[in-house]
C-alpha cells in the first residue's frame, strides 16, 4: 500500500496517469461519441429517426452499436494509396489534425487542484501560446494529405483548408487578446481561477462570456473555421469538390480524419468552456464554505463536462443550421470583418482596464 | 409573349450584414425540432419498415390466395377465365376430375409465377367464383431464388401464415386458432369456418 502511495507521488507517474485519464478517458471517448451523436443530433433537428439498424440479436442501443460497427468496418477495409501519391506523405498526414486535437487537453484543468495534485497534464507558462501553436500543426494534416494524394480535388481542398485555417488564426489569436488582458495572464490555470471573481458582490461571476462577449463570438467563429466544418466547410465541400482534401483516403485513415474532426470539436468545446465559461469553477460554490472537497471536485468535472457537452452539441446544431459559405466568402467574412472587430475588441479593452483599473 | 421578371428586393442592412440576428432565427428553428423530437419523436413520420408496417387499404393487392369452400376443397372450378384474362400470361391451370360427382372440375395445377404478375387484379375480377384473391396482405415477396416465385397450387391454398396477415382485411379475431387449424382456414369472405 506504501509502495503504491509512493509511486502514484512520483511526478512523472502522475503526468502519465492524468494522460490516460483525461485524454484516454475524456478526450477520446468524447470524440468517437460525437461521431454517432451528430448522426442522431441532426436526425432529430431534421425529423429523421438516424441510425438504428446494427444490432447483437435484437438489441440496438439506440443506435449506439453503430459505433463498434463503424470501427469495424474501418478497420477492416483495404487502406489503399493512389497511383502517383507520396507514399509516405500521405501515410502519416491524418494523425496530425488528432495530434492537435488531443494535445488540447493537455493544458485544460477539468476540475480545481487538490493540495499539490491538479487535474491538467501539465501547466505549462505559455499556455494559450501553445495552443495557438498547436492549432497551426493541425493545417499540416489538410495540406499534407491534400499534396500528396495526387487528386486534383483533393489539391483544391488542401489549398482552401490551408488558406482558410491560416486566416482564421490570425483573430483567433487577436481575439483572446482580451482575455490575455483581463486576467493578466496566458497560463491557463491563473485564467480559470481569474474567472473565479464576481462582480457587484456575489452578483455576476467573472467569466470569459461577462468580461468579453464580443471576443467570445470572434474566438468561437473563429475555432468553429478551424475545425473546417459548417459554415465554414469550403475545404471539405461536399457539392464541388467531394470530400476535399481528404478524398482519396479509405479505412482506417479515413476514420482517423473524420475522428481528429470530432476530436478538434470537443477541443473547441472545453476551450470555450475553459476560456469564456469559468472553467471548472462552479458559480457561487464559495458561498458554501463548508462544502467536502470530494464533493466540490466532483461537482467541478460535472460542471465541466455539462457546459462542454452544450457546446459540442452547439457546434452541431449551427451546423445542421446554416449554409455553407462560399469559400470567398469565407475569407471576406475572415479578413473585412473578424479581423477589423477583433481588433477593435482588443483596442477596447485595452481602454477599458486602462481607464477604470 | 412577353416574359416577365420578378425582380427579389435584396435584404441588406446592418441586421444582414452581421449574421448573428439571422443565426440566431436559424437556431431558433432548429433547436426547436431537436427538443420536439428528442422529448419523443413527434415530428418523425419515418415508419420503421420491418418492424412497423404501414397500413394496406382494404383494396391493395399484394400475393395470391386460393380460397376454399367450408369443407377444405378449392372454390376453383378450372374455368380458365383469369389465364384468359392474364394481360402478363402468368397463371397456368391444368383442369382434373373432381372426386364429387357433381363439380365437374377442380385445378389439377395452378401455378403463377409472382415474377411475371404485374398485380393488375384482373384475374380476381374475373373469376366466377370468388376462388382467386389478392387480399393476403403479403407487402414484399423477396427470396434469393428465381424458382420461388413460382407459386404452384398447394403453395397459394396452403401457405396460410397469420403473421403475414396485416390486412385490415383480417381482424384478430378472424384468424385461425392455431388448436383448430384443419377447420380454420378461411372461406371466401376471410371468415373461419365454424
Request: charged share 20%; proline share 5%.
Amino acid at each position: 500500500m506504501e509502495i503504491i502511495i509512493e509511486i502514484l507521488s512520483i511526478p512523472l507517474v502522475q503526468s502519465i496517469l492524468k494522460i490516460v485519464f483525461i485524454i484516454l478517458l475524456f478526450a477520446m471517448p468524447l470524440g468517437t461519441v460525437l461521431t454517432l451523436m451528430e448522426r442522431k443530433w441532426s436526425a432529430m433537428i431534421q425529423d429523421r429517426v438516424g441510425p438504428n439498424r446494427a444490432n447483437i440479436g435484437n438489441y440496438t442501443g439506440h443506435g449506439l452499436l453503430h459505433l463498434a460497427a463503424d470501427g469495424l468496418k474501418s478497420i477492416f477495409k483495404e487502406d489503399t494509396i493512389p497511383k502517383g501519391a507520396n507514399g509516405f506523405l500521405y501515410l502519416i498526414a491524418p494523425f496530425f489534425g488528432m495530434i492537435a486535437g488531443v494535445a488540447t487537453f493537455a493544458i485544460i484543468p477539468i476540475a480545481g487542484p487538490i493540495g499539490d495534485f491538479t487535474f491538467q497534464v501539465t501547466d505549462i507558462e505559455p499556455g494559450l501560446l501553445f495552443i495557438f501553436a498547436i492549432t497551426s500543426l493541425s493545417v499540416y494534416g489538410a495540406v499534407l494529405a491534400g499534396t500528396s494524394s495526387n487528386s486534383k480535388f483533393a489539391l483544391l481542398g488542401g489549398t482552401r483548408a490551408s488558406a482558410q485555417m491560416i486566416s482564421y488564426e490570425v483573430f483567433m489569436g487577436l481575439a483572446l487578446m482580451g482575455i490575455f488582458m483581463v486576467y493578466g495572464s496566458t497560463r491557463v490555470s491563473e485564467i480559470v481561477d481569474g474567472q473565479n471573481e464576481y462582480w457587484f458582490g456575489n452578483l455576476i461571476p467573472m467569466w470569459g462570456v461577462f468580461t468579453q462577449p464580443l471576443g467570445f463570438i470572434l474566438f468561437f467563429t473563429a475555432l468553429i473555421a478551424e475545425t473546417k466544418r459548417a459554415p465554414f466547410d469550403a475545404p471539405e465541400g461536399e457539392s464541388e469538390i467531394v470530400a476535399g482534401y481528404f478524398l482519396e483516403y479509405s479505412g482506417m485513415r479515413w476514420s482517423a480524419f473524420m475522428l481528429s474532426e470530432y476530436i478538434a470539436v470537443a477541443a473547441v468545446a472545453v476551450l470555450t468552456t475553459t476560456l469564456f465559461f469559468g472553467g471548472y469553477h462552479v458559480p457561487w460554490l464559495h458561498l458554501w464554505e463548508s462544502a467536502p472537497q470530494w464533493l466540490v471536485t466532483l461537482l467541478q468535472v460535472m460542471k465541466f463536462s455539462i457546459v462542454t457537452i452544450f457546446f459540442c452539441w452547439m457546434q452541431i446544431q449551427l451546423r445542421w443550421t446554416l449554409p455553407k459559405f462560399r469559400f470567398d466568402q469565407t475569407m471576406a467574412l475572415g479578413w473585412k470583418k473578424l479581423l477589423p472587430l477583433s481588433l477593435a475588441n482588443t483596442a477596447l479593452t485595452a481602454v477599458v482596464i486602462l481607464a477604470f483599473m | 409573349m412577353e416574359l416577365k421578371v420578378k425582380q427579389v428586393k435584396r435584404v441588406d442592412g446592418v441586421k444582414e450584414a452581421f449574421y448573428i440576428p439571422a443565426t440566431f432565427g436559424g437556431l431558433r428553428l432548429t433547436v426547436k425540432h431537436f427538443f420536439r423530437n428528442l422529448l419523443g419523436s413527434k415530428d418523425v413520420v419515418t415508419i420503421n419498415y420491418p418492424e412497423e408496417k404501414r397500413p394496406i387499404s382494404m383494396r391493395w393487392r399484394g400475393r395470391h390466395r386460393l380460397t376454399r369452400k367450408n369443407d377444405g376443397f378449392l372454390k376453383c372450378v378450372a374455368c380458365y377465365m383469369c389465364e384468359t384474362v392474364c394481360p402478363s400470361k402468368c397463371i397456368h391451370i391444368e383442369a382434373g376430375e373432381h372426386p364429387d360427382l357433381s363439380i365437374e372440375k377442380y385445378p389439377f395445377r395452378f401455378d403463377i409465377d409472382e415474377l411475371r404478375c404485374v398485380f393488375c387484379g384482373l384475374c380476381v375480377e374475373a373469376c366466377p367464383k370468388e376462388a382467386i384473391r389478392m387480399d393476403t396482405g403479403v407487402v414484399a415477396m423477396a427470396y434469393s431464388s428465381r424458382k420461388t416465385f413460382d407459386f404452384t397450387r398447394d403453395l397459394l391454398r396452403d401457405e396460410y401464415d397469420p403473421k403475414q396477415h396485416e390486412s385490415p382485411k383480417y381482424a384478430d379475431e378472424d384468424l385461425p386458432r392455431p388448436d383448430s387449424s384443419e377447420t380454420a382456414l378461411p372461406n371466401s369472405q376471410g371468415i373461419p369456418a365454424a
